[in-house]
């Protein structure tokens, strides 16, 4: 069937809309560092702690969101979440010191971490098996462009009024796309515009139903599949988490950068991150293609591969040009979006339908409690070891998440064989 129809497409461009604007919260604080360490006299340490807050109730949040979307659905819980990141970041304009800065981000992060849960439930609801690699990596686009599309706003915001300003704009887009989301979507089912084409394409392409059940946490949590995913994106959300948070500051202490300088390069990386995204999508049908593996040893692969690129950002220390750098960086962002990608599909290959945000959710949970715990390493040594020595570890750290996933989730073994329980 070569055009069944393209609204599934839509769905997931409403839904990367969704993760550009959540990313575009998260990144405004990065992008705005240097002026608010100036005018609101916060030193680095306390700027780790925002961070830190932020990603410790993004971290608790995860399986509560993932159990909130897999209990209300996808349409109207996504829409609740979306307006309370918006709010809380409007809210962040208000802050007079990083006590209230890291209020308001711990309470967005609290809400956004229903984006990717929320985002690979539509995927799963939407696309046909074959096809939801290429949708989660155009959604997870978003994540890379929120950040890109960040030092320029904030840059511009300052220069025309204030730090505070850039937080009001995106808090009032994001708040506007969570309404028009409520309108919008719906399951393939319970959407008049689609076509009965389209919908048998995407039914033919779903996995067998399975009798539905209730999601059992203790359950889940016993399960080889479930830490052959959750301990790679524990070892490889430190280095997002380090790029959305720290490649500002990294730039102003190792090469001199300037607000100016933040606006034209540290959107950089981010493109490649883009890159990383779509192409890490296609990839598993390549590596299928050219190697006849399945589809699980495919997402290995590009998670192999994505580790191996890593190691060179972790060279970043090695070189004082800043163009090297940023060089670097851009591998950095191409590579962790890459396996990152495949390891957040792998839940909707591994887990049903009705336990995939939950799943997702404690995998993220797993993700950002590493994330947590790095940005307080990196705030509490940024000052005297420097960042080139965190930023190899970061290397290591991906490495060891590409041996863990190949030892838990073994050639040999099917999906189902891979369920088994420790």
Known sequence: MRNPGRM???????VTLGTILCYLT???IASAAPTLQSQLHITTQQYSYIVAFFSACYTIAQPISGFVLDTLGTKAGYAVFGLLWGIFCIGASFAGGWKGLAFARG???????AMIPAGLKAVTEWFPEKERSVAVGYFNVGSSMGALIAPPLVAWAIFIHSWRLAFI????MSVVWAIGWFFVYNRPGKTKRLSKTELDYITAGQPAPRPKHK????TLLRQR?????ALPRFLAEPAWGTFNAWIP????RNYGFDLKDIAMFAWIPMLFADMGCILGGYMPGMFQRVFGV???VSRKLVVTLGAVLMILPGMVGLFGNPMVAIGLLCVGGFAHQSLSGALITLSSDMFDPNEVATANGFTGMAAWTASTLFALVVGALADTLGFSPLFAVLSVFDVIGAVILWSLLRENKTAMEASEAF
């Open 294 to 296: 399945n589809l699980i």
């Open 215 to 218: 999601v059992r946490v203790g």
């Open 225 to 229: 599949k479930f830490w052959a995913i």
């Open 107 to 113: 309470m967005g992060g609290f809400a956004e971490s």
């Open 169 to 172: 704009l995106v808090g009032c």
């Open 8 to 14: 599934r497409w839509f769905m997931v461009g409403l």
């Open 249 to 252: 500051l990294f730039m102003v």
């Open 26 to 28: 998260r990144n405004t």
